[in-house]
């Protein structure tokens, strides 16, 4: 019933003109910025982040939850028609997808992902906001020591658990926790690993780094292998609205992925990759015409483009209420909150429940707006898909460099854009996954000062780690996550040399 | 190739990267050793260096044993040249903004070698169409965001 209550307060918030106007904005530069090829959400999110840089929080976090939206409907957009997942939340959308509009069938294939998507966000968005109030009482009760134990398990689900390679994860992560040590230590004032370069001591930007390894990495990576793979628009061929057939084949993997989505994103060790995998071989395995996959079924790209959008409104749980990010764009969403000096969490709930209210409300809205939005205006898109590479790149790399100057006007700042950027190259050459350094550098700090919190409240026993109940568990999940993939890849070692 | 002779004992990138890690970890361990403050109860300000260190050495040596084993995926060569304009245009971009150019200057500069590094011909299009988009950028950013990027003695004409 509170919810409901304060549902309706943030809707009252959302709906004033000026915030619809935002949320309108939001979705339009999200989807056109998230359509670019190779542009995931977490990047059009750090583009577009110094955007809302100079307006109030309750506006630009609404503009930020449209930005976040419309990029992960734009990301599905190239999937299907570029073949080309701008992340890996959508490689399983651009299995099936591309086949589809192979075959003329491209305009359905759309409208499934964009109904799938709306279906789901709206679900997991209630989820969310039934979700958050409870988990809110559970959090309060949170000593410091039980924080520190949620980021090491984030630290391990993020970089150990996921990619190919948990040593390569975690030197990635390891990176991320170094960068983050950078600048004056907030306890004691002590500068720490800043050489005596001033620029240094309010440490690292999470957006320089995100955009570096992201934009600039990217454009690097692309660049060099540009002869290699030429990339093919796929012409929309034939309708774009959904056939009775395919409304009847996919309105169940809507529902099936949305389950799949938004429980696996709520949790600590979130992420999307797994729920639309796991909705891409449950569609398999139901679906009625099992010989269609390969070439093209519909419930391949509506079950996991909804799982992927429920998964997205999960990682929102951690992150409002307990503050943890799970995913590369929930870390740079973290890092917009603290641009305003906002820091979610139990407490943003008590003090500002219209800001978080709102921006829950706003979720909703950025979901219908989508809906409306981009069916009609799905040949926009397609036209924006088609710019030129070299433009196309270019034009990245100046928002890159606008947003980076907009933060920070200097020459050691642009510098360190570079520097991240062709780190962030080398990554993608040698197959490191580059979100764990950018969740590290996050993380890294406040893993810290929990940590350091915890253990002066205990005087210096560490053991308070391990006699509270919730941490003790969870430091042991971290463990055992951390542990399993090299004891499985025993295993597997072990069957191929039985073979 | 020399390169082959080189990798047949060990992978290059991956005893590159370990000795890496190990360097990075000698400079946070010898800035943590080098620092002043400390805290009179709970944990100072070198505890979390010092893990960061730890972290470090594990992760250095166990790149070093890989190198031995598998090593790291092999990259497919990579197309220099474009490489170059591109990392050249940046260069070019922070040196404008180093010495006072301005950011239209700057951007004209990056987005003109950053299309030559994708394979355009066009230069002088290209170089009038950077000038353009950092224009508009500048001056959207200084009237509606009132939001000033760095100016030099072209942008100055127009604020």
Not at chain 1, 210 to 235: H, N, Q, T, W
Not at chain 1, 384 to 391: K, N
Not at chain 2, 10 to 16: G, H, Q, S, T
Request: charge should be neutral; proline fraction near 6%; aromatic fraction near 10%.
């Amino acid at each position: 019933m509170e919810t409901t209550v304060a549902l309706l307060n943030g809707f009252s918030v959302a709906l004033e003109p000026s915030k619809l106007m935002f949320c309108l904005i939001g979705v339009f530069l999200g989807t056109a910025v998230g359509v670019l090829p190779g542009i995931g959400p977490a990047l059009t999110v750090a583009l577009l982040l110094p955007v809302t840089f100079k307006l109030d929080p309750a506006g630009s976090l609404i503009m930020f939850a449209g930005i976040y939206y419309g990029g992960m409907y734009g990301g599905s957009t190239t999937a299907i028609l570029l073949n080309a997942p701008g992340e890996s939340a959508s490689l399983a959308t651009a299995l099936e997808g591309s086949k589809m509009a192979k075959a003329g069938r491209g305009g359905p294939a759309l409208a499934t992902a964009a109904i799938g998507s709306f279906v789901a966000g709206l679900i997991a968005t209630f989820g969310l906001a039934f979700l958050a109030p409870w988990l809110v009482e559970v959090a309060i009760k949170f000593g410091p020591w039980d924080y520190f134990a949620l980021m090491i398990v984030a630290f391990v689900t993020v970089s150990a658990t996921f990619g190919d390679s948990p040593l390569r994860g975690l030197t990635s992560l390891f990176l991320g926790i170094t960068l983050g040590l950078v600048g004056i230590d907030k306890l004691t004032g002590q500068a720490r690993l800043t050489f005596g370069v001033p620029e240094l001591l309010n440490g690292v930007e999470v957006t320089t780094l995100a955009v570096g390894l992201f934009a600039v990495g990217e454009a690097l990576y692309v660049a060099s292998k540009r002869f290699r793979d030429p990339e093919e628009i796929i012409p929309i061929k034939g309708s774009l609205w959904m056939s009775k057939e395919d409304w009847k084949r996919s309105w169940a993997p809507w529902l099936r992925g949305t389950a799949f989505g938004f429980p696996i994103g709520a949790l600590p060790a979130g992420g999307a990759e797994v729920p639309t995998f796991l909705s891409y071989s449950t569609e398999r395995k139901l679906c009625k015409y099992p010989e269609e996959f390969g070439k093209g079924a519909i419930e391949g790209v509506a079950g996991p483009e909804a799982a992927n959008n429920a998964s997205a409104a999960g990682t929102l749980v951690p992150l409002l209420t307990l503050g943890l990010p799970t995913s590369a764009t929930a870390a740079i969403m973290l890092a917009g909150f603290q641009q305003y000096g906002l820091n979610p969490g139990p407490l943003l709930f008590a003090e500002k429940p219209d800001l978080v209210w709102g921006l829950i409300a706003s979720l909703f809205i950025a979901n219908v707006m989508l809906v409306i939005l981009n069916l009609p205006l799905i040949g926009l898109w397609v036209k924006l898909l088609a710019v030129p590479q070299p433009w196309l790149y270019a034009g990245i790399l100046v928002f890159a460099t606008m947003g980076t100057l907009a933060v920070n006007p200097s020459p050691v700042e642009l510098g360190m854009l570079f520097l991240f950027g062709y780190l962030g190259y080398l990554m993608r050459r040698y197959d490191y996954p580059v979100a764990p350094m950018v969740v590290g550098l996050i993380l890294g700090p406040m893993a810290e000062a929990q940590l350091r919190r915890a253990l002066q409240i205990s005087l210096g026993d560490p053991m308070i780690l391990l006699e509270n109940p919730i941490s003790a568990t969870l430091l042991g999940l971290a463990f055992v996550a951390l542990v399993a993939p090299f004891v499985m890849k025993g295993l597997n070692r072990f069957k191929a040399a039985e073979d | 190739m020399t390169n082959e002779k080189l990798a047949r004992g060990a992978d290059r990138p991956a005893l590159i990267v370990g000795v890496l890690l190990l360097a990075l970890a000698g400079i946070v361990y010898y800035d943590a050793s080098k620092q002043t403050i400390t805290s009179n109860y709970g944990l100072g300000p070198t505890a979390m260096p010092y893990v960061a260190c730890i972290g470090l050495v594990l992760l250095g040596l166990a790149h070093l044993f890989v190198a031995f084993r598998d090593g790291l995926p092999r990259p497919e060569a990579a197309d220099k040249s474009a490489l170059l304009w591109i990392i050249g245009g940046l260069i070019g971009l922070i040196a404008c903004i180093a010495a006072g150019g301005g950011f239209v200057v700057a951007i004209t500069i990056l987005f003109a070698c950053t299309a030559r590094g994708f394979g355009r011909r066009a230069l002088l299009a290209d170089v009038a169409i950077g000038f353009v988009l950092g224009l508009v950028i500048f001056l959207v950013f200084a009237k509606l965001l009132t939001l000033l990027l760095p100016a030099g003695p072209l942008e100055h004409l127009f604020i």
